[in-house]
């Protein structure tokens, strides 16, 4: 299977979805950051969690903000598309995985998820990258307060679930704690438990093969 994960920033494909990368190391993947605004040590981060997970890593350089007021916004969307289809636009991918299509994203309102949920939204309906839109998974996740920070569960109407053994669960928390001291501490500090198990996804229609577990009901 050929698969590509598009996100904004450099640590967002393995909070949500590195243990299903982990697990599945016999597909193609294809992970793109597109908001590393210049950041060397985050492209870094980027770059070496990709390779651990076996995936190829392009990165980008979009301005990375999370005000999502509309006069704050500083990235061109038809930029975004045209950059990511450079890379990926020449391929057919069997699945395309991105940011929830949620207003609220996977934890609260991020601008950067939100713009790159709809650039490969958008690529999507044009024909783009996957064959027909029930390929693309949008991850699916909110936060319950009351714990420390914000844990980060996958949602209860999500289509999709994919349950980590220990072993994904083990590299996905390694990769994690690889960051920078201050990303650590700001994941631990702001979502409390940023290491959702098992992952979720949800899409129209969305098909996903085994092991993926479809919700039923």
């Known amino acids: 299977m050929n698969a590509l994960v598009v996100v904004a920033h450099d640590d967002d494909a393995v909070l949500w979805m590195g243990g299903t990368i982990c697990h599945l190391s ?3 993947w294809h ?30 350089d979009f301005f990375d903000y999370q005000d999502s007021n509309a006069a704050a916004m500083r990235n061109s969307i038809s930029d975004m598309k045209q950059t990511l289809l450079q890379v ?18 996977e934890y609260g309102p991020h601008a950067n998820h939100h713009e790159v949920c ?7 309906s044009e024909g783009q990258l996957v064959e027909n839109r029930n390929r693309l998974a949008y991850f699916c996740y909110y936060p319950i307060y009351g714990l420390s920070g914000r ?66 009901g």
């Open 151 to 216: 844990g980060t569960v996958a949602r209860q109407d999500a289509h999709y679930y994919f349950q980590l053994t220990y072993s994904d669960l083990a590299l996905k928390v390694e990769l994690i704690r690889s960051h920078t001291t201050a990303i650590v501490n700001n994941l631990e500090r702001d979502l409390g438990a940023p290491c959702p198990n098992p992952e979720a996804f949800e899409g129209d229609e969305l098909s996903l093969p085994h092991p993926f577990i479809e919700r039923h």
């Open 88 to 105: 990926a636009g020449a391929m057919k991918y069997d699945y395309v995985f991105t940011h929830s299509r949620d207003p609220n994203g």
């Open 31 to 60: 992970v793109i950051s597109m908001c590393n605004q210049r950041n060397d040590v985050r492209r870094r981060y980027f770059e070496e969690t990709c390779s651990k997970l076996g995936a190829r890593a392009y990165a980008f």
């Open 118 to 124: 709809g650039v490969v939204r958008s690529l999507v």
């Open 26 to 28: 016999d597909w193609n």
